[in-house]
């Protein structure tokens, strides 16, 4: 194990970090939410915004973790502040000379994976990080790592308004300054927190929902059917032939179509349907209070509508799977339903619609 070097301003950092009277405070909702989000949009057990004092890491708030706070000889984050404009990514603790022998590697929390961006004051102090961590080796996404730093700075947003809250209560003259102020900080934070919230749930290229948003929406609608007694159906929805597509247009032309594809399904969706990018070329729809007779003039909608569109290249057309669940199941047993009614689909020579 390699203990980090402090760094070359680390009095200056201190006494800006104690100057903010944050540590050993209670929790707090606002660092709690961005926390979560941040466990939430990279995917992990274990999320902290942990801020390095002189001999210990101290956790302002933690998810997935008991532990207050530790020594900083053991800390992750006291090699990441050492680099502050950069995201510390560690894929496999296990394997990094830094921290193979290091008690929270070699025993609990059993750390494998580490990614932590800085909490970069105004004056240029990196005071912590907000960091996010695995049990197992994996990597972060370029959209993870900039969330991951966009969240790190409304971290250092929620502590600057600490101590700009402090100042301002001692005097009662600008309280109404420190009230304005308050709600624009606030107002920021929930603008920001929304619009990684979005992010998140959004597939990049064709704008609709991706499949962790499906996911969630799926375990929703099937929690409502069983309070209501309403039916649900799903129209899994494959392009045919896409990979000749790719090949022989290329993949800009592929991506373009896929964005095409997505914008009909949604024009062509009710209000209350949820469209969202199952992976590669593969949609799914959801289609709520729908029986299977319903699901299945639903999805030749989506079929005719796609056949029928102007495509730049070459037709395209697509072969749908619908499965409708009207008791209790489980969303992995709809969807795999769904999967074999396409399969079949696929099997007649595509360009159909097969209900379970």
């Not at 008991?66 to 950069?86: N, Q, S, V, W, Y």
């Amino acid at each position: 194990m390699i203990v980090a070097e402090r760094p070359h301003n680390e009095p200056g950092r201190l006494a800006e970090l104690r100057a903010l009277d944050v540590l050993d405070t209670l929790p707090e909702q606002g660092y709690d939410d961005i926390t979560f989000l941040a466990s939430q949009i990279c995917a992990t057990p274990i999320a902290l915004v942990s801020l390095i004092d002189d001999d210990r890491q101290w956790f302002k708030s933690r998810v997935g973790l008991e532990t207050e706070e530790t020594h900083r000889d053991l800390a992750f984050c006291a090699h990441a502040i050492l680099e502050p404009e950069d995201v510390l990514v560690v894929p496999d603790a296990a394997r990094d000379e830094r921290f193979a022998a290091n008690p929270l590697v070699t025993g609990d929390p059993n750390i494998r994976f580490y990614a932590g961006a800085p909490l970069m004051s105004s004056s240029g102090n990196a005071l912590g990080t907000l960091c996010v961590i695995d049990r197992v080796p994996r990597e972060l996404t370029e959209d993870q790592q900039t969330a991951l730093r966009a969240l790190s700075r409304q971290v250092m947003a929620q502590l600057d308004l600490r101590r700009l809250v402090r100042d301002l209560e001692s005097s009662v003259r600008e309280r109404d300054t420190y009230q304005s102020l308050l709600e624009d900080y606030q107002r920021q934070l929930e603008e920001s927190l929304a619009s990684a919230t979005a992010r998140s749930l959004t597939d990049p290229l064709t704008g609709v929902n991706n499949r962790r948003a499906f996911e969630e929406r799926l375990a929703e609608e099937l929690q409502r059917n069983r309070r209501s007694g309403t039916t649900l159906s799903l129209a899994l929805i494959d392009v045919d032939h896409f990979k000749s597509y790719n090949d022989t247009l290329g993949h800009s032309a592929g991506d373009a179509a896929l964005e095409r594809l997505a914008a009909t399904l949604v024009d062509t969706s009710r209000s209350t349907d949820f469209v969202a990018r199952y992976g590669g070329e593969e949609f799914a729809v959801l289609l709520p209070n729908t029986d299977a007779e319903g699901g299945y003039i639903l999805a030749e909608r989506f079929r005719k509508a796609v056949e029928c569109a102007q495509w730049p290249h070459r037709a395209m057309t697509v072969s749908i799977g619908v499965a409708t669940s009207a008791a209790a199941i489980a969303p992995d047993e709809l969807i795999t339903t769904a999967d074999e009614a396409l399969y079949r689909a696929k099997e007649r020579g595509r360009n159909r619609v097969v209900a379970a």
